[in-house]
């Protein structure tokens, strides 16, 4: 089974600060979604990155592949209390039906 | 909203007790998953269904059993609950069409058993 490590587990910034998110494997993924949740909600799906080496740009969130589809990065730039959240990536595995694999997330916390 | 809703929010339940979760998309997917999270632990995968076939078991304990009676519905009926059992149980849809796995999460149920 793949696994995907997730670091860090915790970070708290203040507004207006840059922070990244990282999501590590030794095996190689066919895709890899980003989701974001709320406290008390269920996931909500940033992005899927499909090609590697490939970078998405969603507002001040920027993604991108690794060039052998096995890590992922989150990079927001200008953190807004808004962003506060729970950030999952989650990876496809290749010939598994399209099972997902999570890692277990980083929270989050932007103090205005 | 992502047009997966379930039902209830939040269950407290003894540990003798028998009851089911709901879950409905309205977004034509032809696959439906049931997942847990709990605290400070990755989403586990308990369930999957395919077009109305279960294709997915994720070694989950007999007292968690699924329901598929259509494409737009899926239940986790449960009895004889242990305090453990007690996390976030999500529901999620996909379209299984063989390009991507993009899921959209309802917004979960909490269920507490004592």
């Known amino acids: 089974t793949q696994l995907l490590e997730q670091s860090p587990q915790f970070l708290s910034i203040q507004e207006g600060e840059n922070l990244t998110v990282y999501c590590n494997s030794s095996s190689v993924f066919s895709s890899l979604q980003w989701y974001r949740q709320e406290p008390g909600e269920g996931p909500v799906l940033l992005v899927t990155v499909v090609t590697g080496g490939e970078v998405k740009k969603l507002k001040r969130l920027t993604f991108q592949f690794g060039d052998a589809r096995k890590d992922s990065s989150l990079h927001i730039t200008a953190a807004q209390p808004g962003d506060t959240g729970l950030y999952l990536c989650a990876g496809e595995e290749n010939n598994q039906g399209g099972k997902l694999i999570f890692g277990q997330g980083t929270e989050l916390s932007v103090k205005p | 909203e992502t047009g997966v809703t379930q039902t209830p929010r939040h269950l407290v339940m003894g540990m003798t007790n028998k009851k089911s979760l709901k879950c409905e998309q309205h977004l034509g997917h032809n696959a439906m998953y049931w997942y847990k999270q709990s605290a400070k632990k990755p989403l586990e995968l308990m369930f999957v269904?395919?077009?109305?076939?279960?294709?997915e078991n994720n070694s989950v304990p007999s007292r968690f059993s699924p329901e598929c009676p259509n494409s737009s519905h899926l239940f986790l009926h449960l009895h004889t609950l242990q305090p453990e059992d007690s996390a976030l149980y999500l529901c999620?849809?996909?379209?299984?069409?063989?390009?991507?796995?993009?899921?959209?999460f309802g917004p979960g149920t909490r269920l507490t058993v004592l």
């Open positions: 999620a849809s996909s379209q299984d069409d063989g390009s991507g796995n993009e899921q959209f």
């Open positions: 269904y395919s077009l109305e076939e279960r294709v």
